[in-house]
T-cell receptor, first 115, second 113 residues
Framework: GAVVSQHPSRVICKSGTSVKIECRSLDFQATTMFWYRQFPKQSLMLMATSNEGSKATYEQGVEKDKFLINHASLTLSTLTVTSAHPEDSSFYIC???????????FGPGTRLTVT | QQQVKQSPQSLIVQKGGISIINCAYENTAFDYFPWYQQFPGKGPALLIAIRPDVSEKKEGRFTISFNKSAKQFSLHIMDSQPGDSATYFCAATVNQAGTALIFGKGTTLSVSS
């Protein structure tokens, strides 16, 4: 099956600093990648849809200046949390669509803790 | 109309029993219905998926039943095992490039030994 990786798996940063999370599709080209946020014992909340070579589409209520998304190639998308604050602490998960379009494969997630 | 309603929120099943999780949707344009399994601290893993042209799909101990007229679909886990203890999410989407999944709220399954 298709494999999606994320790096780092865990990150702790100080309030006010920026953190970059990478999402890679390892064995397929992903035209579209998605970024989700998940709070404990809750469902996945879509943050943005990222298409290679174009600007990301953000969901309502997601600050685009705070959560910068770049989809520089067909196998890499990055999420940068700028000026992080404790309330940004969460589990961030990316997914990538298979070339056929139907299936989405998820990365293992990144646990962000802002102190 | 974009919601996917999932029930129950939590489920406890004896080892060897059948686990059943139900989902309902409103948007008749949805044409792909996957189920994901998520263990604590991990990303969701695609378990099984169905399209509306079939009423049932089985893969090993996992079966999806799909009722197009009722706009409902369910996951059945036969011979449930402690290793199946996880959170299960149903989802739905339209097969268009760049279309995101709409997730249910999840069901936490505990299989007791």
């Amino acid at each position: 099956g298709a494999v999606v990786s994320q790096h780092p798996s865990r990150v702790i940063c100080k309030s006010g600093t920026s953190v970059k999370i990478e999402c890679r599709s390892l064995d397929f080209q992903a035209t579209t990648m998605f970024w989700y946020r998940q709070f404990p014992k809750q469902s996945l909340m879509l943050m943005a849809t990222s298409n290679e070579g174009s600007k990301a589409t953000y969901e309502q209520g997601v600050e685009k200046d705070k959560f910068l998304i770049n989809h520089a190639s067909l196998t890499l998308s990055t999420l940068t949390v700028t000026s992080a604050h404790p309330e940004d602490s969460s589990f961030y998960i990316c997914s990538a669509s298979s070339p056929g379009g139907y299936e989405q494969y998820f990365g293992p997630g990144t646990r962000l803790t802002v102190t | 109309q974009q919601q996917v309603k999932q029930s129950p929120q939590s489920l406890i099943v004896q080892k060897g029993g059948i686990s059943i999780i139900n989902c309902a949707y409103e948007n008749t344009a949805f044409d792909y219905f996957p189920w994901y399994q998520q263990f604590p601290g991990k990303g969701p893993a695609l378990l099984i998926a169905i399209r509306p042209d079939v009423s049932e799909k089985k893969e090993g101990r996992f079966t999806i039943s799909f009722n197009k007229s009722a706009k409902q679909f369910s996951l059945h886990i036969m011979d449930s095992q402690p290793g199946d203890s996880a959170t299960y999410f149903c989802a739905a989407t339209v097969n268009q490039a760049g279309t995101a999944l709409i997730f249910g709220k999840g069901t936490t399954l505990s299989v007791s030994s």
